[in-house]
């Protein structure tokens, strides 16, 4: 109960620092570190899970940010950020069975992938391979679960499908490449009008292959892509 409570208050005690960082920056008191408030994120997400699920999970994320013993290129926030997201509910659902993912099976990450339809099942094979495949690295596990996993074999695919008809009659007039983004992100994506005028640069994920829509990554399709 007093490790629950610890946990508990500790998650709390993040968000309330959280509300006042973005109190002092709104108000120009303070100017906004992204790397320490994104830390911060990463910090909270993880909050609620075993310690040493915990322990294993920060060693991944520092690989990803590109710390460690082998300094590396970092990836974008945003691919992070897509990572941990998707695997919230497989970490915490391991987090209730396993003291440590090195319990993790095969068989286990074809459960969790199976959970998940569409784009969000490559992203979340994605961010699982790339998990595991650092703890191999780092020699926190004995086996990687999830090196039957292929890019090749997970479908993606975007929330809204166009009919061959219909993308002919969309692009049958002579747009601007600006006006055929809009129509994709109106007729692909169902991106409202607000939304695509506040759409910014970082909100796309060409390595993961998203598009994030009020701060929850979809899938990127070939067409909007390019």
């Known amino acids: 109960i007093k490790e629950l409570l610890?946990?508990?208050a500790s998650h709390r005690a993040n968000n309330a620092?959280?509300?006042?960082?973005?109190?002092?920056?709104?108000?120009?008191?303070?100017?906004?570190s992204t790397e320490a408030t994104f830390q911060l994120w990463l910090d909270t997400q993880f909050a609620d899970l075993c310690p040493q699920i915990r322990s294993e999970l920060h060693i991944w994320t520092e690989r990803l940010l590109g710390r460690g013993d082998r300094?590396?290129?970092?990836?974008?926030?945003?691919?992070?950020?897509?990572?941990v997201w998707i695997l919230t509910t497989p970490l915490a659902n391991r987090s209730q069975t396993y003291d440590s993912l090195r319990e993790v099976t095969p068989e286990g990450i074809d459960e969790q992938v199976a959970t998940?339809?569409?784009?969000?099942?490559?992203?979340?094979?994605s961010a699982m391979r790339s998990l595991f495949k650092t703890l191999k690295t780092q020699r926190i596990i004995f086996a990687n679960p999830t090196r039957h996993l292929s890019g090749q074999n997970i479908k993606t695919a975007a929330p809204i499908g166009l009919q061959p008809q219909d993308r002919a009659r969309l692009f049958a007039d002579d747009?601007?490449?600006?006006?055929?983004?809009?129509?994709?992100?109106?007729?692909?994506?169902?991106?409202?009008a607000g939304q695509i005028v506040t759409l910014r640069i970082d909100d796309v994920d060409l390595t993961a292959g998203t598009i994030a829509v009020a701060g929850k990554p979809r899938a990127l399709d070939s067409l909007t892509g390019q």
């Open 116 to 125: 998940f339809s569409g784009a969000k099942r490559g992203l979340a094979a």
């Open 6 to 8: 610890d946990t508990t």
């Open 71 to 83: 300094p590396q290129k970092p990836l974008q926030y945003q691919t992070i950020r897509s990572y």
């Open 17 to 32: 620092v959280q509300r006042v960082i973005d109190f002092l920056t709104d108000e120009g008191l303070a100017t906004s």
């Open 175 to 192: 747009l601007r490449p600006d006006e055929h983004l809009m129509v994709l992100l109106a007729g692909v994506h169902a991106m409202r």
